[in-house]
Structures are given as C-alpha cells and as structure tokens.
C-alpha cells in the first residue's frame, strides 16, 4: 500500500526538521515539504533550505512564492487602510501567515493529499491562523500537529532528531528572527517581560547613516510607485528600496503590546522602515485630500480590518466588502510626500498634489477666507448651537 500522502508548511528551523522525521519514520508518512516566500528569503537562503529537505527524506520540497500576490491582495489594502495594530504594529507577521497557510492548502489539493502539517506550538497565534485557513480551504484534510500535540520541549526534538541520525548543531539563537517584505519581528527574553528593551545588537539592521537626509515618495491613487522622481519597477520594489533606504538609519524599531488570539498579552519587537513611513506618508496625503468623513470612516474600517487580519479571518467575507470600501476611497489619493530621515526616526515634511484640498483659493486658515462673510458665520453659529442652548435653558434650574 502506497504511504499517505502529507504537505508540510516547511521553514528548515528545528520544529519543522523535527516534523520531518516524525511524520516519514513515526508516522509512516510520505512527506513533502513547501516553504512560502513572502519576501523574507535570499535566493541562496531558498536553496539552503531545499537541500535541508532533502537530506531530512522528503519526498518533494517546493518554494511557493506568494509575495506578488501578498502585496496585491493584502499588503495595499493595509496602506489604503492605514493599519497600525494599536496605532504601533504594521501587523508584519500576522499578515503573512494567512497567505503561507493558503499557499499550502492550495498546493495540498494540487497533490491530492489528505493531509497537512505545521510546526506551530500550542503557545502562539500561529496555529490558530494556520488551523483556520486549512479548516476553511481544505476541510478534508487531516490537520496534523506533531509539536503542539506532543507538548514537546526543545531539547526533546534535539534528541529524537539525533536518535534519526540528524547530525547538527541545534544553537538556539538568543533572538527569534522572522522577516518578510511587510518587516520583520524580533523576540527574545526582553520581549518576555513587561519593562524590558531589546538591545542594540538585537535588532537585524544596524545603523550605517547619521547624515539627515530628505525623500520624496510618489504615490499614485494610495500605492507607493516612486522615490525621488524615479518610478519602481513594481509596487513591491518600491517596498523594497525604501526598506533598504530608511533601514541604514536604523528607521521602523518598536515594541508592540497587544492581545493575543487566544486571549493573553504578549509583546514582540519589530523593525518594519519601509511600512511605517508609506503608511504615516500615505496618511498624511489622505488628510489633505479625503474628506472629514471619508477620514473617519476609513478609520474605522482600516482598525477592524486590520483586527480580523491579525486574527486570521482574512477569508471571513465581510474583508472583501472592506477592500472594495477601501479602494475606493483611493481614487483621488495622487501625489508627492516629502519625509526627512533621520537616525532612528522620520518626520513627514508635507505634500504636494493637485487634489489639495487646503487650496489658497478658498482661503487660508486661521488668515483670510474667500468664501463666506461674517454675517454668514454668526447665522451659522447660531444655528449650530440653538439645540445646546435649549438644553442648557430647559435643565438650568
């Protein structure tokens, strides 16, 4: 009888390798293992971690790379939305790990397996993302989860991988490093507790530049095309070079606290340059050219979004009518943001576009104004306030 077939969501580190020889020489499983490209490895990277595969005794390995289709479906409604997870985090792990877990589904029903693996603990949000894409998009297949299930402590897969003949040096670094186009998160024994910062050496991109330098990011309706007058070769290029340019200042650190899905605080550290300046850019853009109401609909829309993302519910219906809300919004948002970089830090200098609305034609604020009278401005006031005032008279005594 041939072997049941199982697709592993493969990364190369420990769990995984361990998930390897558990599931082909416990299990009796032929194992073939993906790793999804979301934009956080090198070529050489990917061709390491192939080889890693191999020699662990799967059957296939495949690199599924999603990272166009990331920016396309998700990454740009992020920047539509303005999303910052508790006005901190530009949600750069959670994001793409709904789109890894779909990659693998989808690649399971391509080869026709019954059954899928991950290397997720019982401790993070992880498995619950992985578990609900694969519940929703593969609901026929066995979702299979050695670590979690075996409560399996580090050393313990250390020593079953060497019982296999899994000769190697199992360091386990003193930072948890996990990047991709979106940024990259950092853990560590700082991140573990309530007062604690990660050190200098801790955070992947160091400081190269200290000379203050000013950009210009072009944007055509809400999507990031250019820096300094020159158009990127894509939308995700762009990303790219402006990770790359803000990076040498040591631009984007930060903690974020937030509230798990399965329901404790925890804390992760994250340098993410490229994210936070289109997003703060493109905000300011909107507020100059969206509406008061646009801004504040858009606002709640981009939270709850962001909240139903990082939760794993990017396939939940109601985020196609937010996308299509979100998108439409954008049409106008057209223009040049000049931001200075400093080291550790930026500031948005301001914008240029032909949909301003803080026109000189219609006045300036605070000096002149060329489209009402003060006899205009008293009625309206009047107006304005006549409820108030029959409030305050009627409950006075």
Same mark, same amino acid.
């Given at each position: 009888?041939?072997?049941?077939?199982? #697709?592993?969501?493969?990364?190369?580190?420990?769990?995984? !390798?361990? $998930?390897? @020889?558990?599931?082909?020489?416990?299990?009796?499983?032929?194992?073939?293992?993906?790793?999804?490209?979301?934009?956080?490895?090198?070529?050489?990277?990917?061709?390491?971690?192939?080889?890693?595969?191999?020699?662990?005794?799967?059957?296939?390995?495949?690199?599924?790379?999603?990272?166009?289709?990331?920016?396309?479906? $998700?990454?740009?409604?992020?920047?539509?939305?303005?999303?910052?997870?508790?006005?901190?985090?530009?949600?750069?792990?959670?994001?793409?790990?709904?789109?890894?877990?779909? &990659?693998?589904?989808?690649?399971? %029903?391509?080869?026709?397996?019954?059954?899928?693996?991950?290397?997720?603990?019982?401790?993070?949000?992880?498995?619950?993302? *992985?578990?609900?894409? *694969?519940?929703?998009? &593969?609901?026929? $297949?066995?979702?299979?989860?050695?670590?979690?299930?075996?409560?399996?402590?580090?050393?313990?897969?250390?020593?079953?991988? @060497? !019982?296999?003949?899994?000769?190697?040096?199992?360091?386990?670094?003193?930072?948890?490093?996990?990047?991709?186009?979106?940024?990259?998160?950092?853990?560590?024994?700082?991140?573990?507790?309530?007062?604690?910062?990660?050190?200098?050496?801790?955070?992947?991109?160091?400081?190269?530049?200290?000379?203050?330098?000013?950009?210009?990011?072009?944007? %055509?309706?809400?999507?990031?095309?250019?820096?300094?007058?020159?158009? !990127?070769? +894509?939308?995700?290029?762009? #990303?790219?070079?402006? /990770?790359?340019?803000?990076?040498?200042?040591?631009?984007?650190?930060?903690?974020?606290?937030?509230?798990?899905?399965?329901?404790?605080?925890?804390?992760?550290? *994250?340098?993410?340059?490229?994210?936070?300046?289109?997003?703060?850019?493109?905000?300011?853009? %909107?507020?100059?050219?969206?509406?008061?109401?646009?801004?504040?609909?858009?606002?709640?829309?981009?939270?709850?979004?962001?909240?139903?993302?990082?939760?794993?519910?990017?396939?939940?219906?109601?985020?196609?009518?937010?996308?299509?809300?979100?998108?439409?919004?954008? +049409?106008?948002? /057209?223009? /040049?943001?000049?931001?200075?970089?400093?080291?550790?830090?930026?500031?948005?200098?301001?914008? %240029?576009?032909?949909?301003?609305?803080?026109?000189?034609?219609?006045?300036?604020?605070?000096?002149?104004?060329?489209?009402?009278?003060?006899?205009?401005?008293?009625?309206?006031?009047?107006?304005?306030?006549?409820?108030?005032? #029959?409030?305050?008279?009627?409950?006075?005594?």
């Amino acid at each position: 009888m041939s072997k049941p077939k199982v #697709i592993l969501a493969f990364s190369g580190g420990l769990d995984t !390798s361990f $998930c390897v @020889k558990y599931l082909t020489e416990e299990r009796g499983m032929e194992v073939h293992s993906a790793l999804v490209d979301t934009g956080g490895f090198s070529p050489e990277e990917l061709k390491a971690i192939e080889a890693k595969a191999y020699a662990l005794g799967v059957s296939s390995h495949v690199t599924l790379d999603v990272v166009d289709s990331y920016y396309q479906d $998700c990454l740009r409604y992020l920047v539509y939305g303005n999303v910052l997870k508790n006005n901190t985090y530009p949600l750069s792990v959670s994001a793409e790990r709904v789109f890894q877990a779909t &990659a693998v589904a989808k690649y399971a %029903e391509k080869l026709g397996a019954k059954a899928i693996a991950h290397g997720s603990t019982g401790a993070g949000n992880d498995q619950v993302r *992985f578990d609900v894409v *694969f519940r929703i998009l &593969a609901p026929e $297949c066995e979702v299979i989860t050695p670590i979690r299930d075996l409560q399996l402590s580090r050393e313990a897969e250390i020593d079953f991988l @060497k !019982s296999k003949g899994v000769v190697q040096e199992w360091h386990k670094a003193a930072y948890s490093i996990n990047k991709g186009l979106w940024g990259t998160s950092v853990g560590g024994k700082e991140t573990l507790t309530s007062d604690g910062y990660l050190p200098e050496d801790a955070w992947p991109t160091q400081l190269t530049k200290t000379t203050p330098e000013k950009i210009s990011l072009e944007f %055509e309706q809400g999507e990031l095309v250019g820096i300094n007058g020159k158009k !990127s070769s +894509s939308k995700v290029a762009a #990303i790219r070079e402006l /990770t790359e340019l803000a990076g040498s200042f040591a631009i984007g650190r930060d903690i974020h606290v937030g509230d798990t899905i399965i329901g404790i605080k925890g804390r992760v550290g *994250f340098e993410a340059p490229a994210p936070l300046i289109i997003i703060k850019a493109h905000h300011s853009l %909107e507020k100059h050219i969206l509406t008061k109401h646009q801004l504040y609909w858009k606002q709640n829309i981009g939270d709850m979004y962001g909240t139903l993302l990082h939760e794993g519910q990017f396939l939940e219906p109601v985020m196609r009518n937010f996308e299509t809300f979100l998108a439409d919004t954008q +049409s106008n948002v /057209t223009g /040049t943001v000049h931001v200075q970089l400093n080291p550790y830090q930026f500031h948005i200098l301001g914008i %240029e576009s032909k949909y301003d609305l803080m026109s000189s034609v219609f006045g300036a604020y605070g000096e002149m104004n060329k489209a009402w009278t003060g006899d205009d401005v008293r009625g309206f006031s009047k107006i304005v306030s006549n409820q108030t005032m #029959i409030h305050r008279k009627v409950n006075e005594k």
